[in-house]
T-cell receptor, first 113, second 113 residues
């Protein structure tokens, strides 16, 4: 089965609201996690990453939370904008130093103007 | 600075044919990974090249092969194409043994008819 999965396939939010996208992983040996954004017809775009020795990491309008106890990862987007509409993937690096990524199926975020 | 570039962007092939996809990594990157992304799914790791050798391989048959050149660019070859090989093929570049973000190209959309 898949090592990384997502709880919700679609998410609709009002412009200006905060978005939370969730991800579950099963490989306890993974030490590095990344969130990617993929717009239609484009390749995945790096958003933010976090290492397994951290619980939280913040970027510009985005925050990633890692709960190793329950093997859960989340991406929070503050003040969601129409340009945030895309499919979001979490990925885990299953081999340290190798950058061999395992992706989940993705969550489609739709922002309602 | 050009990012990861892939060619061609779209390709249509007939079952049983062979195809070659190309990737030029981001400047300063020496490792190239290939992913297959079926419609509505997350990318799946095919293999990774470093120092002109295949270093890691995902769960893909031997019909999928690759090559890396001295300038770090890479090719993905698929023989005896099947309808199920229709997908978006993504190339990602990174620096070997450096767990930082991998940059993805825009992908090659392969359609097998």
């Amino acid at each position: 089965g898949e090592s990384v999965g997502l709880h919700l396939p679609t998410l609709s939010v009002q412009e200006g609201d905060n978005s939370i996208i969730n991800c579950a992983y099963s490989n306890s040996a993974s030490d590095y996690f990344i969130w990617y954004k993929q717009e239609s017809g484009k390749g995945p775009q790096f958003i933010i990453d976090i290492r397994s020795n951290m619980d939280k990491r913040q970027g510009q309008r985005v925050t990633v939370l890692l709960n190793k106890t329950v093997k859960h990862l989340s991406l929070q987007i503050a003040a969601t904008q129409p340009g945030d509409s895309a499919v979001y993937f979490c990925a885990e690096n299953i081999r340290a130093g190798s950058y061999q990524l395992t992706f989940g199926k993705g969550t489609k975020l739709s922002v309602i103007p | 600075d050009a990012g990861v570039t892939q060619s061609p962007t779209h390709l249509i092939k007939t079952r049983g044919q062979q195809v070659t996809l190309r990737c030029s990594p981001k400047s300063g990157h020496d490792t190239v990974s290939w992913y297959q992304q079926a419609l509505g799914q997350g990318p799946q790791f095919i293999f990774q090249y470093y120092e002109e050798e295949e270093r890691q391989r995902g769960n893909f048959p031997d019909r999928f092969s690759g090559h890396q050149f001295p300038n770090y660019s890479s090719e993905l070859n698929v023989n005896a194409l099947l309808l199920g090989d229709s997908a978006l093929y993504l190339c990602a570049s990174s620096r070997n043994r450096v767990d930082t973000e991998a940059f993805f190209g825009q992908g090659t959309r392969l359609t097998v008819v």
